[in-house]
Every structure is written in C-alpha cells, then in structure tokens.
C-alpha cells in the first residue's frame, strides 16, 4: 500500500464548480498535512498546510480526519488558473521527512 | 517568502558524464536540504536529506556511490550524478527547510533541474 494515496483523475470541470479531492495516508504517526500544487513541468508550490480543526484560505478548504487517515481539498468557484496537479503531501518516517502522493489532475474549462 | 535556486535549470549531456546541481537557499539558512528526483507522471520521490556538515541520508534504493550530496554551508547544497547513463533522466528538486520556521515541517522547493542523458 502506499503510503499516501490519491486519485490520479483527471477531474474536468466548468468555470465556477465546486470540486473536491481526497488523500488517505497510511502512517499513523504524521503530524503535518499540507496541500501542495504543480503545474506541468514546474516545482511544487505550497497551497495550504492542512490543520486538524480544519482551515480555509479563500475559495479552498482543507480538512483532516486523523481517525481515518484522510485528508481533503476543496476548491470553490472554480477558476481556470486552478488548472494543475494537487499532491497531498504527509510527513512520515522520520519529523522531516515528506511523503507526496501521486497528485490529482484538475482542469477547469471556460 | 523564503527563496530557493537550483542550477542549471536544465541539462543535457552524454551517457557516461557527471553531471552538478547546485540548490542554494537564498534568504535564509537551512540546516536542512532534500533531494527529490520526479519521473513523468509520477510523484516526487525523496532520493536523500542532506544535513549541513554531516553526511547524507539516502532512501533505500538510492546508491549513494552515484549520486553524491555535498552541504557545505547552510545555504548550499550540491547533487553530483556519476556516470549519468540515459535511465537517470529526470527532473531532480531540491528543497530547504528554514531554521525559523522548522516545526511545521514546511520545504521550500527550488525551480528544478530537468536532466536529460543522451
């Protein structure tokens, strides 16, 4: 089993939607939660860090639920600029050590 | 935000070359860098965490003998691919960690490097 598992989509949606992504990890003893974004040939850039309690930052919401290992993004009123792939990004194995998933495909159309 | 470069943006060269990428923290000192190596398609994989002064840690399956990590100082750090042969073609990243903001475990990545190996 992986250690962080997405859905690879691609998830293809109109201007304006609403779309979420889910991630599960498999480590118990993670700590730190985040949601990075790549476009096509580019570095990672860091979305949001996922907080237990949950957090917002604008159209996009982050929630985790320790319990079933399972972390989710959502992107509201979509934008074409959204288009890009979403790594669901856990520490694990070690406090510095980051474990990405294999990204989620999102592209928005006009 | 905390700034992170890497040289050459890209690189091509011939089967049998080494090949070095320099990943430099520019606003901020970092104990700490990592290496990661992206095939198409796939998620980034860490390749090893380089400790300023100390040795690297390498991932299993990673042979230290042919990718060499030198962290000199606290705002470099240098991947060397040895004998680079077609099948290491790939995009390497580096990232740094800030000693200022270091629990929250968050990595500042460089651009990447795409190398190619003819």
């Known amino acids: 089993r992986k250690e962080v598992e997405q859905d690879p989509g691609p998830f293809n949606v109109p201007e304006g939607a609403t779309v979420a992504f889910n991630c599960t990890y498999s480590?118990?003893?993670?700590?730190?939660f985040f949601w990075y974004r790549q476009d096509c040939r580019k570095e990672p850039k860091l979305l949001m860090s996922?907080?237990?309690s949950g957090n917002e930052d604008g159209r996009f919401t982050a929630q985790l639920n320790r319990a079933s290992q399972y972390i989710s993004l959502l992107i509201r009123d979509s934008k074409l600029s959204d288009s890009a792939t979403y790594l669901c990004v856990v520490n694990g194995g070690g406090f510095q050590k980051l474990v990405f998933g294999t990204g989620t495909r999102l592209l928005v159309s006009p | 935000g905390a700034v992170v470069s890497q040289h050459p943006s890209w690189v091509i060269c011939k089967s049998g070359t080494s090949v070095k990428i320099e990943c430099r923290s520019l606003d901020f000192q970092a104990t700490t860098m990592f290496w990661y190596r992206q095939f198409p398609k796939q998620s980034l994989m860490l390749m090893a965490t380089?400790?300023?002064?100390?040795?690297?840690?390498?991932e299993q399956g990673v042979e230290k003998d042919k990718f060499l990590i030198n962290h000199a100082s606290l705002t470099l750090s240098t991947l060397t691919v040895t004998s680079a042969h077609p099948e290491d073609s790939s995009f390497y990243i580096c990232s740094a960690r800030d000693l200022r903001t270091s629990g929250n475990n968050e990595q500042f990545f460089g651009p990447g490097t795409r190398l190619t190996v003819l």
């Open positions: 480590n118990s003893a993670s700590q730190s």
């Open positions: 380089s400790n300023e002064g100390s040795k690297a840690t390498y």
């Open positions: 996922v907080y237990s």
